[in-house]
């Protein structure tokens, strides 16, 4: 079935300091993925809607300027926690969707816990 | 605006016993709706799907659940809990002008003992 890769699945950063978070599709193109978070023992939130070739659309309340999305490819979504602070330390997931004859879903990555010391 | 309510925050029940997790949504037309389980740390895998059709759903891993438009419900059942089942499951109602951006609900942790 379709896959989605999440890179790294850990990291820890110095506040401050930029991180990047890959999101690739394996074996299917995803014109659109989606980047949740979720804090310890709560339910996840959409962030944004990342879109092949043009500008990521954010949700209420979510900055965009700090919560940068690129999908420069039709495999590929980053995210970028720009000047990172320990309360973005979070679990970020991506999701794509999956469209396969009449089968039609959102395949999640295996998520990426971010921890800003 | 849509939104998902799973009102059982844990639950416990014996191995090889049946199980139920409650879900209910709020959604104006016919919704989209998922189940979604998660291991602690890890991604999350999708157990069914309900688009149209008929009610009763089935999953992996020997998962159902059955659409109630009048009760706007979409139960999870299993009928014989296995020990690997223990995990969080999220119900999930698809939002936006495409239906494809998930509004979650809070989960229920799921313990199952021996």
């Known amino acids: 079935g379709a896959v989605v890769s999440q890179h790294p699945s850990r990291v820890i950063c110095k506040s401050g300091t930029s991180v990047k978070i890959e999101c690739r599709s394996l074996d299917f193109q995803a014109t659109t993925m989606f980047w949740y978070r979720q804090f310890p023992k709560q339910s996840l939130m959409l962030m944004a809607t990342s879109n092949e070739g043009s500008k990521a659309t954010y949700e209420q309340g979510v900055e965009k300027d700090k919560f940068l999305i690129n999908h420069a490819s039709l495999t590929l979504s980053t995210l970028t926690v720009t000047s990172a602070h320990p309360e973005d330390s979070s679990f970020y997931i991506c999701?794509?969707?999956?469209?396969?004859?009449?089968?039609?879903?959102?395949?999640f990555g295996s998520g990426t816990r971010l921890t800003v010391v | 605006a849509q939104s998902v309510t799973q009102p059982d925050i844990h639950i416990t029940v014996s191995e090889g016993a049946s199980l139920e997790l409650r879900c209910n949504y709020s959604?104006?037309?016919?919704?989209?709706l998922f189940w979604y389980v998660q291991s602690p740390g890890q991604g999350l895998q999708l157990l069914l799907k309900y688009f149209s059709g008929d009610t009763l759903v089935q999953g992996i891993k020997g998962f159902e659940a059955e659409f109630k438009r009048s009760q706007s419900s979409f139960n999870l059942r299993k009928p014989s809990v296995h020990w690997s089942d223990a995990a969080e499951y999220f119900c999930?109602?698809?939002?936006?002008?495409?239906?494809?951006?998930?509004?979650f609900g809070a989960g229920t942790i799921l313990r199952v003992k021996s």
């Open positions: 999701s794509a969707d999956v469209e396969a004859g009449d089968d039609y879903g959102y395949t």
């Open positions: 959604y104006g037309a016919t919704p989209y």
């Open positions: 999930a109602v698809g939002a936006g002008e495409y239906g494809n951006k998930l509004v």
